[in-house]
């Protein structure tokens, strides 16, 4: 969620994300068959993700020197290929490659643009797996997003704050940059001691040795590579685990410590109320990283572990738990679709609202209904933004949660909860695309929804009914 919304239009991210639509982009690896593409084929990010393999792990060992700003890597991806492969992409910008081995054999590759291309010695099989070890190093920055937000490993003063979304991934480390890709992953991360790293899901051990702590965390569930986390500072940390067995672990930036303490609290009654609507917790492990990041202005729902630019109000926990099973636990295949999370989780806070005393979600939907046709909330349709510059804008959250309530008005409140229950877990670990979402709700309730979904996803400008 963010804090303040800056739209910075970018140009030239415009006209990819136009002309990616229509054409490949680069022209190299339109040979047909074996060489895997540069992108995922998604318009709004032509070059985040590539074809032609599929990631089933990540093992990701790091080493960070904050006051240096330097990161030491090596990247382990186990993958399929989904055809013969001569040559595929990952996903990387800036930093220095200095050894990339498939298999074990040393294989040949060169850097293009945010493109790192692979050569190995043989081809791939077509159904085979095969591992990529890349040994690199550098000073990580941010990638800036055509909302003008940093994205990826943002640097802060005692560590970084570490977001993908929506491109951020390839900033540290070599990835299929793209949410279509799902994979499990384990990270053993090293910082200076006084320091703490935190990644995603459980925390299998630490050590300390030689001045330095290493952090081991495992994500079992799969996990889209812009929700992962390798955050650093030097945290205040708190471990235990909920009645329902989910393993809780937060770690908390001092000076934000005071105003954190009381919404982390509700953490384990939030995620219970949400399991009662959404259907049980996605996911083993849990918790929340609240960094110092004034510069960031945004909070991320990173899987099992959201990460926080400072305290949150109870809104944002709520948000950003609710994307555990919207967004995490059940993944866009295309960002056009951004709707299914943003609309989503704020749809969650509505309801959080609605039953913890404070406005009902008819309330909340009357008092946007009433903005004038020329209000920021009407300036495009959330089921299309149009590119990528309108991802995290108010129509994708406001009128996305708008849509989620005429749904709701039209089936009824047994049916509403029936779908989003169905979504979340036939799903669950997978995808979804907004077409099956109006599919489901149509079987579900038996009633066609075509044309609802149409006013309150599609139609340009303020819908005429409520
Ligand atoms: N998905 C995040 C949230 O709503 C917002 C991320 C914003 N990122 C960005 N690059 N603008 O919780
Ligand atoms: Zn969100």
Redesign the pocket.
């Known amino acids: ?2 804090a303040v919304l800056a739209t910075v239009p970018v140009a030239l991210a415009a006209l990819l994300a136009t002309t990616g639509a229509a054409a490949p982009l680069v022209a190299r690896s339109t040979a047909p068959g074996t060489t895997g593409s540069p992108g995922a084929g998604d318009p709004y990010f032509p070059l985040s993700g590539n074809g032609g393999y599929d990631v089933r792990h990540y093992d990701l060992t790091l080493r960070y020197d904050p006051a240096g700003r330097r990161l030491d890597g090596t990247a382990v991806l186990t993958a399929r290929a989904t055809r013969r492969l001569t040559r595929f992409d990952l996903d990387l910008s800036g930093l220095t490659v200095t050894r990339v081995t498939v298999d074990g054999r040393t294989a040949r590759f060169a850097r293009d643009g945010r493109e790192l291309v692979v050569t190995p010695p043989a081809a791939r099989a077509k159904g085979r797996d095969f591992r990529v070890a890349v040994t690199y190093h550098g000073t990580p920055e941010p990638v800036t ?1 055509p ?1 003008g ?1 940093p ?1 990826g490993w943002i640097p802060t003063d005692d560590g970084a704050f570490v977001a993908g ?1 929506p491109q951020g991934a390839m900033t540290w480390f070599p990835a299929n940059g793209h949410p279509k890709d799902k994979a499990s992953y384990d990270f053993t991360l090293t910082v200076p001691r006084g320091h703490t790293a935190v990644a995603n899901g459980v925390l299998l051990g630490q050590r300390t040795a030689h001045g330095r702590t290493t952090f081991r965390w495992r994500q079992t569930e799969p996990m889209a590579a812009y929700l992962a986390t390798a955050t650093i500072g030097r945290f205040r940390t708190e471990r235990y685990t909920t009645r329902d067995g989910i393993q809780v672990f937060n770690a908390v930036d001092p000076r934000e410590a005071r105003a954190a303490a009381p919404v982390l609290k509700k953490l384990p009654s939030v995620l219970e109320w949400e399991s009662r609507l959404f259907g049980p917790y996605p996911f083993r492990a849990a918790g929340s990283l609240v960094d110092h990041a004034p510069d960031v202005g ?4 990173t899987q099992t572990r959201p990460v926080y630019d400072s305290a949150p109000d109870l809104g944002t926990l709520v ?2 738990s609710a ?1 555990q099973w919207f967004g995490d636990s059940v993944s866009l295949t295309a960002w056009r679709d951004i709707w299914l ?2 609309g989503f ?1 704020t749809y969650a806070e509505w309801l959080h609202s609605e039953q913890h005393g404070g406005p009902s979600a008819q309330q909340t939907f009357d008092a946007r209904y009433a903005r004038p046709a020329g209000d920021a909330l009407w300036a495009y349709p959330p089921g299309d933004p149009g590119s990528g510059e309108h991802l ?1 804008g108010t129509p994708v959250y406001e009128r996305g949660a708008m849509a989620l309530h005429a749904l709701r008005r039209a089936v009824g409140d047994r049916d509403f909860f029936r779908i989003l229950r169905a979504w979340a877990d036939g799903r669950r670990g997978g995808h979804g695309t907004t077409a099956q979402f109006v599919t489901l709700a149509e079987r579900i309730s038996g009633k066609r929804l075509a044309g609802l979904f149409r006013t309150w996803l599609y139609a340009p400008g303020k819908p005429d009914r409520a």
């Open positions: 969620r963010t997003d909302d937000s994205d979304q945004y909070a991320l729902e948000h950003e994307h999370n943003e989780a995290f």
